[in-house]
């Protein structure tokens, strides 16, 4: 069985400023890890995904997330928010392969403040 | 395409009073779930759906959940009796893939307040 750890409930930060969202995960089996985000009074979007391959990943909106599989993490950063990226962020993961049942994180909630 | 479509947006009910979901899923997909979402549980899975037969439903909290997949372009989640506990965002999603994988679309939601 996964499971997610967002280690921030909330995380404010000033506009133009970085940001990192942290995510660890503990699998017994190779995991497919995924960030979504969700806008008030909306579903969730899918951000970006780590499948395989290269452990740097690019998402939307100018995030990418980096796959540690000796530490377990998967954070989200982004060098430089914008107000309109203030959501709530959700850390994901499933086993790979087959039916493997999504397993997300509390979520983060990101507050830009101008 | 229109995405997932869910009904209605929101529900306000009374403790006893039976609560239907809705949803459309996005065409061609054959993998419907359903969520919930609360501040204390985050977002859990409560079953899904391959083909229009239930795969997964070990996370339906009790008796009074039910739901059903009478088509492929259609789905229900039912409570009955509703209780304040069940308070919460349902969302429905959708995958063409097996499982979802990272092919998962998700509605809107349905903010339900049971009082």
């Known amino acids: 069985a996964q499971s997610v750890t967002q280690l921030d409930s909330q995380v404010p930060v000033f506009e133009e400023a970085p940001v990192e969202l942290r995510c660890n995960y503990s699998s017994s089996v190779s995991v497919y890890l995924f960030w979504y985000v969700q806008y008030p009074n909306q579903g969730l979007q899918l951000l970006l995904k780590?499948?395989?391959?290269?452990?740097l990943v690019k998402g939307i909106n100018g995030f990418e997330a980096e796959f540690n599989k000796s530490q377990t993490s998967f954070h989200l950063r982004k060098p430089s928010v914008h107000i309109s990226d203030t959501a709530e962020y959700f850390c994901a993961v499933s086993g790979s392969g087959g039916y493997n049942k999504l397993i997300f994180g509390a979520g983060t909630r990101l507050a830009v403040h101008p | 395409d229109a995405g997932v479509i869910q009904s209605p947006r929101h529900e306000v009910t009374e403790m006893g009073q039976e609560v239907t979901l809705r949803c459309k899923p996005i065409?061609?997909?054959?993998?419907l779930f359903w969520y919930r979402q609360t501040m204390m549980r985050g977002l859990e899975l409560l079953i899904y759906?391959?083909?229009?037969?239930?795969?997964?439903d070990s996370g339906m909290p009790e008796d009074r959940f039910s739901a059903k997949m009478p088509n492929a372009s259609f789905s229900t989640l039912k409570i009955q009796p509703s209780e304040p506990r069940d308070s919460a965002v349902y969302f429905c999603?959708?995958?063409?893939?097996f499982g979802g994988g990272e092919k998962l679309f998700f509605g809107s939601g349905t903010q339900l307040s049971v009082l």
């Open positions: 780590y499948l395989s391959g290269s452990t």
């Open positions: 065409s061609g997909h054959n993998s």
């Open positions: 759906f391959n083909n229009n037969v239930p795969i997964d």
């Open positions: 999603a959708s995958s063409p893939q």
